[in-house]
């Protein structure tokens, strides 16, 4: 260990103990003191992206500890690690011959637009993105498992898929599964039904990677949690990557099991905190750039102000598309009285996740198996009614709906909302719909 190396251990040392363990092996752990000369510490750091964090956000307490063992007068420069060097290219051929990937088709329930180049990054995600791109790039071989935390709308789900599309295009012979906890519940079930537990172990102790979606819902499911305690065990162990989410941290997940808690935390656990009205902005032009609007950056301010929810900003930004091709009024115009009935309580200012949630509260049913792609008669009802009331009591639009409930087509939706209302013409609708419309907008149930 040479002397720069010696003084830069002491350094680390000092910031350990005043951050979290996330932060530290996530931004810190492969930083190195390059060179110390003429009052001028250069520190490397593996990309462009964990220098930006460690300015923004630690460079005080960076340059607190390098001032107590360096020198008070010491300045200090990040630069990125090179990691390619001279030799790399010494006997080179100018041309290599590449076998080319052969595609294997799109991975199932995995988005094709939620990569990592459409996510809208800011301070509130920044960690969860550097460390869902670094588990990206080396699956299993850090962060494993890499658990994700935060509020529903905030991009959890967007990272996961990104990681697995990334996976998928470098190396598409690798078996990647993802699903919700809903979805591995309903696997479990069925292979107790049937006699067929092997078959559902090797369905999933033979991935190189597996990303569950909301594990909090297997609290209190005791025969889930068991097979999921192996399943993990089995992968780790085999070197697969593990990508978890939830909307609360593994220690607060009540009704599961320590050993499971215990794994969770094994690895890296970051959160994702709502996004701030910077993050708001560039998501609406993100999301305008991918249906082909040209939305003026004021007029994304003007929305971002209003609405904090980032699931509504999709929802705001196709009403007005819609509202601009309705009618001739100026966009200003449009947006000023789109945002008006929301800050007047008319629209936007109930959220369709609220209505959902209440709905599926009432029928005693998950949101994600109306979401689903299941087609059991109990929930094709349920999934009409949120339909119904989707666009009826919000007024969202069939595409805005159509996202919400799973990415359905706006002509399924269609279908979903004429069929509730000629049930309700022709008065054979078994159940008080004045209930349910009442029930499905009273303060969120816990």
Known sequence: MNNNDKIWKIVLNEIETQISKANFLTLFNKTQLLSLENDVATISAPSTMIIDLLKKRFYDIVKKAVDKNIGENTKIIFIPRISVGKSNFENAPLFRQIEAKQTIGHLPKIRKDYIFQNFAVSGSNQLAYVSTQAVAKKIGSIYNPLFIYGPVGVGKTHLMHAVANFVYNASPEKKVSYLTSEDFTNDVVEAIRTNDTARMKKKFRNLDLLIIDDIQFIAGKERVQEELFHTFNTLIDQGAQIIISSDRPPQEIKKIEKRLSSRFSGGLTVDIEAPDFELRTAILLIKARKHNFDLP??????????????????????????????????????????????????????????????????????????????????????????????????????????????????????????????????????????????????????
Do not use: W
Request: net charge neutral.
């Open 297 to 446: 950056i004021e007029t994304a301010k003007t929305i971002a102000e209003k609405i904090l929810d980032t699931r509504s900003l999709e929802g705001n930004l196709l009403r007005l598309m819609t509202e601009l091709e309705a009618n001739s009024e100026s966009i200003d115009s449009i947006t000023n009285k789109l945002m008006d009935k929301d800050a007047q309580g008319k629209e936007g200012l109930y959220h369709p996740d609220d209505m959902i949630k209440n709905l599926c509260n009432f029928y005693r049913i998950k949101p994600t198996q109306i979401k689903s792609a299941k087609r059991d008669a109990s929930l094709v009802k349920v999934r009409q009614v949120a339909m119904y009331l989707l666009r009826n009591e919000l007024g969202l639009s069939f595409v805005e709906i159509g996202n919400l409930l799973g990415g359905r087509d706006h002509t399924t939706i269609m279908h979903g909302v004429d069929k509730i209302q000629d049930m309700i013409d022709k008065k054979i609708f078994t159940d008080d719909m004045e209930q349910i419309r009442s029930f499905s907008k009273k303060p969120i149930l816990s």
